[in-house]
Nanobody, 123 residues
Framework: QLQLVESGGGLVQPGGSLRLSCVAS?????????IGWFRQAPGKAREGLSC???????NYIDSVKGRFTISRDNAKHTVYLQMDDLKPEDTAVYYC????????????????WGQGTQVTVSS
């Protein structure tokens, strides 16, 4: 069964940076899959932020475009999310999942969520 483990979160001041990692379990056809990053803030629905497809095509929602960068290392079964110029409204638990894009929407393909990693942006 696919397992996804997120890490790299923490407490950072506004304007700071973090790099999140998402490692997929062995045996999963990682290189053939689109992987997305999602987040859920307290009291809000989970939202898709970014997706990277098997051909390295990337998508971002407007609120993170220009600040977040998604990348992948197939040899390590890992997808990264470099987050720069962080804002308090970026505070949330961040998750990764197999993803699909439809227009500008980024949606999860599975209901298999990891524990996520907490990102807190505060002075």
């Amino acid at each position: 069964q696919l397992q996804l483990v997120e890490s790299g979160g923490g407490l950072v001041q506004p304007g700071g940076s973090l790099r999140l990692s998402c490692v997929a379990s062995a045996g999963f056809r990682f290189a053939d899959s689109a992987i997305g990053w999602f987040r859920q803030a307290p009291g809000k629905a989970r939202e898709g932020l970014s997706c990277i497809k098997k051909d390295d095509t990337t998508n971002y929602i407007d609120s993170v475009k220009g600040r977040f960068t998604i990348s992948r290392d197939n040899a390590k079964h890992t997808v990264y999310l470099q987050m720069d110029d962080l804002k308090p409204e970026d505070t949330a638990v961040y998750y990764c999942n197999v993803a699909v894009t439809l227009g500008t929407a980024i949606s999860p393909v599975t209901n298999n969520w990891g524990q996520g990693t907490q990102v807190t942006v505060s002075s």
